[in-house]
């Protein structure tokens, strides 16, 4: 009954090898795969992700209660464009507000956009190296006014 045994344990080892070696050469086609489906979206355009940025404390609010900003921004034919969400997490029916600031050459600028909930941002920019593009700044503010409890400038790009 032993020699039985042995004789299937064998077998049944030998069929394991077998089909571990028939695999590999598949998983490596896959892992190949992989890597040049990664190397097309670098050439795209990579994500470049960044945040989350926080509003400040205000009216005794817990962490878990603050407004917050995060996304990525990406390249593509020399334009970067910023994309993410700005979250309203207490839904006390005060306002939640991004602001974005960026510098090229013509100077300075802000921009900003409020919300109750949730605000979704895709493809905001189209900035320009050629243009002097060289920085872009965030911060969430959160209140009755796009001044109230905001969080300092976190550097996006």
């Known amino acids: 009954m032993s020699t039985m045994r042995a004789i299937i344990a064998g ?3 030998a069929g394991s090898l077998l089909a571990g ?7 490596m086609a ?23 940025y926080y ?25 970067y464009w910023f994309y993410g969400g700005l979250f309203d ?9 991004v602001w974005f600031k960026w510098h090229d ?14 605000s979704g941002f895709s493809k905001f920019g189209g900035f320009s190296k050629s243009k002097g593009f060289d920085d872009f700044k965030i911060r969430v503010c959160e209140g009755t006014d796009k001044f ?10």
Do not use: I, M, N
């Open 11 to 13: 077998t049944a080892l």
């Open 148 to 157: 109230d409890d905001c969080g300092g400038w976190g550097d996006a790009f």
């Open 30 to 52: 896959s892992t190949a795969g992989t890597a040049v489906g990664a190397a097309a979206q670098e050439a795209q355009g990579a994500k470049h992700f960044f945040g989350p």
């Open 21 to 27: 070696t028939a695999a590999a050469p598949a998983a």
């Open 105 to 118: 050459r013509f100077g300075h600028h802000t921009k900003v956009f409020k919300t109750f909930g949730h």
């Open 55 to 79: 509003s400040k404390f205000g009216g005794g609010e817990s962490f878990g209660k603050r407004s917050y900003f995060k996304g990525y921004w990406t390249k593509s034919g020399g334009r």
């Open 89 to 97: 997490r207490d839904r006390d029916r005060q306002y939640s507000y």
